[in-house]
């Protein structure tokens, strides 16, 4: 694997206090967003330039790096999620945007934190789409972006798919928490499977997600290898509103975000 410069003004260097207020906000409140954002940018040295070079050494990685798509773009778009034929990825996308009340530019939005995401840069080019894609990979695995026990289990996922160590500081923080908080394993365990599920999958970061969209779903799933969650399954179901420890009421709903 070829070796790339790191992302330009960064100094290499994690920045531990920035996380750890970081992370004390977000177990205090699963719904603010930022402070994922935030832990990112601390933790996630090394990762940009890591998961570029693995991407564009894909098959198919190097014509998306040369177009250069603008994900969120497109996934704001009404007629363009609306395209897709009933039991597809996109059709379950567009449920989910439905569902959930989300939209690709509300995430673009709060992840404005981090003033590097907009640079004109290949690497915060792969770091956008990753982002843009946080979502899908909700959808493709089954995992809950309104209850802090798929996000939990997602973000658990996403260390296992491409690395950064902000993605295990929230995992681990969100897991150790529930332990106190449920009085049992429930949640710790679907976190520890979302690792496990993500070594097993194939990278979805490089996927082409435009041809993505269009597939059966469960064909997708199981071309990717995305096996059923048991322990979420199971937590999800014992747990019930304690799957959601992190969040706060919201109008009735709840919501945690990663």
């Known amino acids: ?15 531990w206090k920035t996380a750890f207020a970081a992370i004390r906000k977000l177990l205090n409140n699963g719904d603010d967003t930022t402070q994922v954002f935030l832990i990112m940018r601390a933790l996630n040295v090394g990762n940009a330039p890591m998961n570029y070079a693995r991407f564009i050494a894909t098959a198919e990685g190097g014509r998306m790096a040369y177009e250069r798509v603008e994900l969120a773009r497109k996934f704001a778009e009404p007629a363009y999620v609306a395209q897709f034929a009933p ?18 530019d509300g995430l673009v939005e709060v992840s404005r934190v981090i003033s590097e995401d907009d640079m004109l840069h290949p690497y915060a080019w792969f770091g956008r789409r990753v982002r843009d894609t946080h979502d899908i990979w909700h ?33 681990v923080a969100a897991a150790l928490k529930s332990i106190s908080v449920t009085g049992n394993l429930l949640f710790a365990k679907a976190v520890w499977e979302g690792y496990v599920r993500g070594r097993k999958a194939q990278w979805l970061a490089g996927e082409d997600y435009e041809q993505l969209l269009h597939e059966p779903i469960e064909a997708a799933r199981a071309r990717l290898g995305l096996s059923k969650p048991v322990a979420y399954l199971k937590a999800q179901r014992e747990l019930g509103a304690m799957a959601s420890y992190l969040s706060r009421p919201k109008g009735g709903e709840t919501a945690i975000a990663a």
């Open 139 to 171: 959808v493709l695995n089954g995992y809950k972006a309104d209850e802090s026990l798929g996000e939990g289990a997602l973000v658990a996922f996403s260390y296992a798919q491409v690395g950064g160590l902000g993605w295990a500081f929230i995992g």
């Open 1 to 15: 694997m070829a070796k790339l410069p790191p992302f330009p003004g960064t100094t290499g260097r994690r920045d």
């Open 87 to 104: 039991g597809t990825v996109g059709a379950a996308y567009r449920d989910f945007l439905v569902s959930t009340g989300y939209s690709a």
